[in-house]
Structure formats: C-alpha cells, structure tokens
C-alpha cells in the first residue's frame, strides 16, 4: 500500500515539474530578469542616491584636522651652571603639535544646493517613468512573444497534419497509378504536394524555435536555456 501511494506522489511531483509556465509567470520572471529593465531600476536607485548627497548641502558641515610639524636640526643654548659656575651648552630639538576643529552651517550659497537639490528630484521623477514605461514596454513584449510563440506552433501543428494528410494522398494516389485508375500526371502532382508539405513544415519548426529564443531572450532567459511554456 506505501509503495502505491509513493507511486501516485512521485507521479504528481513530476507532472507539476512538466509543466509549463503560464503568461502570468512569464511576466513575473521578466520583471525580474529582463536586461533593460534592471538597468533603468538601477538608474532609479543611483538617482535616488543622488538625491541624498544632493540633501547634504544643506547639513552642516564639520572639519577636523591635526598636523605635527618635527625639525631635524638641533640647536645649542648656552645654560649657565650654578654648581661650576660656567656656561654649558645643551642641545634643544624643538617639534610642533596642532590640531583643529571647524563646524560650519551653509545658510546662503546663491541657492546652488537649492538648484541641485531640485534637479536631482526632476531626475528621481523621470527616472521613474522611464522605469514604469520600460516595464509596461517589457510586459507588451512578452505578450508579444508569448502570442508569436503559440501561433507558431499551431501552425508547425497544422503542417504536420497537412504532411501526414499528403503522404496519405500519396500512397492512394500510387495505389490508384497501380491500377490504371490514374494518370502519370497525377502521380506527379502528388509527389509535389508531399514535397511542398514537408518544406513548409521544416520551415515552420525553425519558425517555433526562432520564436522561442524570442521570448526566452524577452523574459531574461539564456537560449540554451529549458523553457516549457503552456
């Protein structure tokens, strides 16, 4: 009985795997994976990075800086000595130490932040547009894409049909030359049908591969890539 019921859930587990995405989940995997549309998301975060250096103009401003200054060269003093009652030199090596901290607040620049501060929003706001159009542009495209892709499909379908359905007449048609009931003609005529059947299907079994890549490459994905699509 374990053993059945472990049949019938790998049987649902790989057919879920089976199966292919739908146009909802290929819209979502574009939103994250389309190339053009990551890179005006990101042109949308570095302009609203921008933003906020543009708002430090107006913070105010500290400066902190230290310096020490040594000299190499020593000086001789004289130094006069109560014990032996003479003069004696003794060696002086002077060095500087300073530091300083300024804190500033920026009350007027000509409205220099003022004007950066309003053309980093103008950039945030078109940025931002050009970030929705792109994704209503990539949903349209994946649309698109999608449509081809099953449209191109029915129509290899339609050839297979049209192949087999030609072969058929073919066989008919030589079963009918065999008997006499038929002329060389029409022999040849059915060749032809055959021929022509089984270009039009390989050109459309190229034309479901092309549109396949097309939506791959529309949704983010690499060719080489398995995409199964309902």
């Known amino acids: 009985m374990k053993k059945i019921w472990f049949l019938v859930l790998a049987g649902c587990l790989f057919g879920e795997a089976d199966q292919g995405k739908s146009l909802d989940e290929l819209l979502e995997i574009a939103q994250n994976r389309n190339l053009d549309l990551s890179i005006a998301e990101l042109r949308f975060r570095e302009s609203q990075a921008a933003a906020k250096s543009a708002y430090a103009g107006f913070m105010p ?41 300024f804190v500033s607040q920026t009350l007027f620049d000509g409205a220099r932040s ?3 501060s309003q053309s980093v929003e103008n950039q945030i706001q078109l940025s931002e547009m050009q970030l929705k159009s792109r994704g209503e542009t990539v949903d349209q495209m994946v649309k698109t894409a999608y449509y081809g892709y099953l449209a191109s499909k029915e129509f290899h379908e339609v050839a297979i049909q049209s192949h087999e359905l030609a072969e058929s007449q073919l066989q008919l048609v030589r079963h009918q030359y065999e008997l006499q009931a038929v002329s060389e003609n029409d022999l040849l005529k059915a060749e032809v049908r055959l021929g022509q059947s089984e270009s039009q299907m390989i050109q459309l079994k190229k034309e479901v591969e092309t549109s396949l890549n097309k939506l791959k490459t529309t949704i983010g994905y690499h060719v080489d890539e398995e995409l199964n699509v309902l």
Not at 76 to 93: A, N, Q, V
Request: proline residues 5%; without cysteine.
């Open 61 to 101: 401003h500290i400066t902190l800086s230290a310096d020490r200054s040594l000299s190499n060269r020593d000086y001789l003093l004289p130094r006069f000595d109560l014990t032996s009652g003479t003069y004696i030199e003794t060696t002086y090596s002077p060095h500087k130490v300073s530091g300083r901290l």
């Open 114 to 116: 003022w004007y950066a």
